[in-house]
Structures are given as structure tokens and as C-alpha cells.
């Protein structure tokens, strides 16, 4: 079976995982690791003005906007969910909000996703797969707060 071919039976969201599991953060782990082993945020309390036009992209579905080492997104439900930026598997800061699989957090050094509420979704490296530190969300009129 031809790569094409391969790929197209897997489906658009494993095609994307198999082609793109490290888009710009392989070569960071393969030279010197620069930018991991960075601390998961703690002491989380800040808030964001949805009204804000720097905060716009938390209007839409999908949507997310990192501030203090957090991921502020507006997931798929149109909920607002907040997780580290800071990955648990290796430090680095590249945790993202993604719509694939129902929307979930990925990290794309090494390819680790995570559910909503932190859970691992997969193992990288053969280690074991550790937790991603959520946060709480609270939601007052324009104003959304993010806190441990
Ligand atoms: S640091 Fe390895 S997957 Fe995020």
C-alpha cells in the first residue's frame, strides 16, 4: 500500500498525528533541549476580559489564548477550559488547544495529547504518561478567571 493510500484509510485526525507528530519540536529534543524541563505554573489566578480584542479568539469554539504559562480555550462545547502550557511529559511550553478528536490538548514536541480534565491520552518515549495540570474557570459576565 502506498503512503497516500496509507494515510487516506487512516483518516484526516491519525493522518495528521502520523505525518506531524513533532511539526517544530523533534529536532529541539534530537539537538539540545532547549526551551524543556520548564515548571508547571502554580499559584494560578488571573483573569481575562472577553471584551478584550487581544482575547477574541475565546469567542469562538476551538479558540484559545496562552497567558502566565497557561492555555485558555473555549472548547468544542463552547466551555471554557484552562490547562498548563508547560507539558508534563518533558517541560516544554508548546501544550496547545486542538479540535481534533472531539478537541483536546496536544503538545507537538512529542506528539502527547491529553483530555480536558488533563488526563493522558497516549504514551511518548515509552514513558509513562503523567497528567497535565488543569485549572478552574469562572465566568462572570465579560469577565473569565482562571485560578487553581
Ligand atoms: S514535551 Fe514531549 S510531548 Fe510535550
Not at 19 to 43: A, I, N, R, Y
Not at 133 to 145: D, Q, T, Y
Amino acid at each position: 500500500m502506498e503512503r497516500k493510500q496509507f494515510l487516506k484509510s487512516m483518516g484526516a485526525a491519525a493522518a495528521f498525528a502520523v505525518s506531524f507528530p513533532c511539526l517544530h519540536g523533534c529536532s529541539k529534543d534530537e539537538t539540545t533541549d532547549e526551551g524543556g524541563d520548564k515548571e508547571v505554573p502554580t499559584g494560578v489566578d488571573f483573569t481575562l476580559d472577553l471584551n478584550d480584542s487581544a482575547n477574541a479568539s475565546l469567542m469562538n469554539e476551538g479558540g484559545y489564548v496562552l497567558k502566565n504559562d497557561v492555555v485558555v480555550a473555549k472548547n468544542l462545547d463552547g466551555e471554557y477550559v484552562a490547562a498548563s502550557q508547560v507539558c508534563s511529559h518533558q517541560g516544554y511550553d508548546e501544550v496547545r488547544f486542538v479540535s481534533q478528536n472531539g478537541g483536546i490538548f496536544y503538545c507537538d514536541v512529542h506528539g502527547s495529547q491529553f483530555e480536558l480534565d488533563g488526563s493522558p491520552i497516549n504514551q511518548v518515549d515509552g514513558s509513562p504518561a503523567r497528567p497535565l495540570k488543569v485549572f478552574n474557570i469562572e465566568l462572570s459576565e465579560s469577565i473569565l478567571r482562571v485560578f487553581e
